[in-house]
């Protein structure tokens, strides 16, 4: 009986064990499927509105409102790039105004004052100057051309295109036109840019007289504004006769006549002369000069010239210049300032190319 017992466990114990290992073993769960980011901001919207639907309603069991993140700064200052832009930035650095640069074109200068005392090289100009004296009334107009050879020199010509004054040979007073008789080459070099040497040989064509004229022209320039110079027409030396003028025509028909009577002519002239510029406009530039004139070079009363040798001269005017190759000026003055009649309004036109 005790045997039968046991050999029943031992069988009931064999086919349990067997059914244990015999068992399938269940499958592992999948994990869910990712939904698309669309689907999952609905669902996120869904849950987030129903939880603050349950928040608002303050029912039991409703799910607390998630805190909002700090800024990335404790100050709060972290700027957002979505947000509105001021027009000016603040914590842009301060930039100090500056004053334009003003830069003059290249070529020949607009301004009087910073003119040099040549023409460029490879530069013609051409130029009538006229003036008239009151009393006697005697006007004169001469004609200048100037070339430039180099940067440093120019060739000059000058002819008197003729006068209108009382001819010395009649008896009788009596205004008239006159052609002109006197013409003159020079060449001017420069030295320096401020100072250069002039040398002419002015010469009046009958009677045959020639004479030599010397300068020593000097510029100087004080900015864009102002400028002093002269000594331009410094010497004229008596070679043949008498010494010719392009400034009063009525003068070197005086000599020629009265070196028909073999009168004593003067040996030349001594002329001192400064001017200065004001230039006003870039445009526009008002000149004075003034200076002295020795007659035979002396400064009293000589056989070789009527009168006082020595005069003081003063004048005043001023440059328009339209144009970078257009020059038109006008002055008033006194040849002698000892004499009122002396008084001389004179006009300048100049064109280059």
């Known amino acids: 009986m005790t045997a039968r017992r046991l050999l029943w466990v031992l069988s009931a114990g064999l086919i349990a064990s067997a059914t244990v290992v015999a068992a399938p073993k269940k499958p592992a769960r999948k994990p869910a499927k990712t939904a698309p980011a669309k689907a999952a901001g609905a669902k996120a919207g869904s849950a987030s509105g129903t939880a603050a639907g349950s928040a608002g ?87 200048r051309a100037r070339y430039g050879v180099t940067p440093k020199a120019q060739l000059g010509l000058t002819y008197v295109l003729g006068g209108i004054f009382d001819d010395p040979t009649t008896v009788e007073h009596r205004q008239g036109f006159h052609t002109g008789k006197a013409v003159g080459l020079d060449l001017t070099v420069m030295l320096q840019d401020w100072v250069g040497v002039q040398v002419g040989v002015p010469v009046y064509i009958s009677p045959l007289a020639i004479s030599l004229a010397l300068g020593a ?62 230039q006003y406009q870039p445009n526009f530039a008002i000149i004075g000069r003034a200076g002295i004139q020795m007659e035979d070079f002396a400064t009293g009363k000589t056989d070789g010239c009527a009168g006082e040798c020595l005069t003081n001269f003063l004048y005043a005017g001023f440059q328009f210049s339209p144009r970078r190759y257009l020059d038109l000026g006008l002055s008033i003055g006194f040849d002698d300032l000892a004499h009122g009649g002396s008084f001389a309004p004179a006009g300048f036109l100049a064109f280059r190319i």
């Open 57 to 143: 309603s303050g029912g039991p069991g409703s799910a607390a409102p998630a805190e909002e993140p700090p800024p990335s700064d404790m100050n709060g200052t972290a700027e957002n790039p979505d947000a509105p832009r001021p027009a000016v930035d603040l914590d842009a650095p301060a930039v100090e105004a500056a004053a334009p640069v003003v830069t003059r074109l290249p070529g020949y200068p607009l301004e009087l004052a910073v003119r040099p005392i040549v023409v460029p090289q490879n530069m013609s100009e051409v130029s009538i100057a006229s003036h008239a004296m009151v009393s006697p009334f005697a006007g004169t107009a001469a004609l």
């Open 217 to 278: 022209p000097i510029k100087f320039t004080f900015g864009d504004k102002f400028a002093l110079g002269g000594l331009d027409d410094l010497l004229n030396i008596r070679i043949k006769r008498f010494a010719p003028t392009f400034y009063q025509e009525l003068q070197n028909a005086t000599n020629a006549f009265e070196n028909l009577n073999n009168t004593i002519k003067s040996q030349g002239e001594l002329r001192v002369s400064i001017y200065g510029i004001y």
